[in-house]
């Protein structure tokens, strides 16, 4: 074989970004990858949902990272909280004390997915969010969305992206509040009600 056999794009195997997955399960999922929120802090809240497909149907393996700010709107700048075991050198999880802002989540078998982290606070003229990136089966390159939490009306309804969209489709962007701390936010890659999901140029 000569070196011109081997350059063109027909004869370079397809690598996980160029081809349907889902390739992640193995090694992006880590314990303790939903419990974002420090170990008691009193402004922890619970966000969970759902990511369904353009049919409806929950999806089994579709993996979440969500990235947030403090209550005070500062971006977090601790390096990271996972301990590891010395002996095996695995994960053993979180340890509890630093808030980084960053978790991994996937899907249960029901298509179900939740997160604990600090309630965000708001970063110049944005209502406060947490940010979404979506990896699902069927998705060749993984999307971006943002979770607003209810509360403050004047916020969401002056903030500079959610002020851009029709009334139905930025309920998409904002949870459902179920009382005590917890808000619903349901993912729909496609079809009616699908979610609002943003290009970064």
Request: hydrophobic share 30%.
């Amino acid at each position: 074989m000569t070196k011109t056999d081997t350059v063109g794009p027909e004869n370079v195997p397809p690598t996980p970004s160029h081809t349907v997955g889902p390739f992640y399960g193995y090694a992006l999922p880590f314990p303790g990858g939903e419990d974002i929120a420090p170990q008691g802090h009193p402004d922890t809240v619970t966000v969970h949902g759902y990511v369904y497909d353009g049919e409806g149907r929950p999806l089994p393996d579709a993996l979440l990272e969500l990235w947030g700010p403090d209550p005070e709107g500062n971006l977090p700048t601790t390096d990271g909280s996972m301990r590891r075991d010395p002996a095996s050198g695995g994960f053993l999880g979180r340890n509890g004390v630093e808030f980084t802002g960053f978790g991994r989540i996937q899907t249960d078998a029901d298509g179900h997915w939740y997160a604990r982290t600090l309630r965000p606070g708001a970063r110049g003229r944005s209502a406060p969010y947490l940010s979404v990136c979506v990896f699902a089966r069927g998705l060749l390159v993984h999307l971006f969305t943002r979770i607003y939490l209810p509360g403050d009306a004047a916020a969401l309804s002056a903030d500079p992206l959610l002020s851009r969209l029709e009334a139905d489709r930025r309920d998409t962007l904002v949870a459902k509040d179920e009382g005590r701390g917890t808000y619903r936010f349901d993912i729909r890659l496609q079809g009616e009600g699908e979610t609002v999901f943003l290009e970064f140029t």
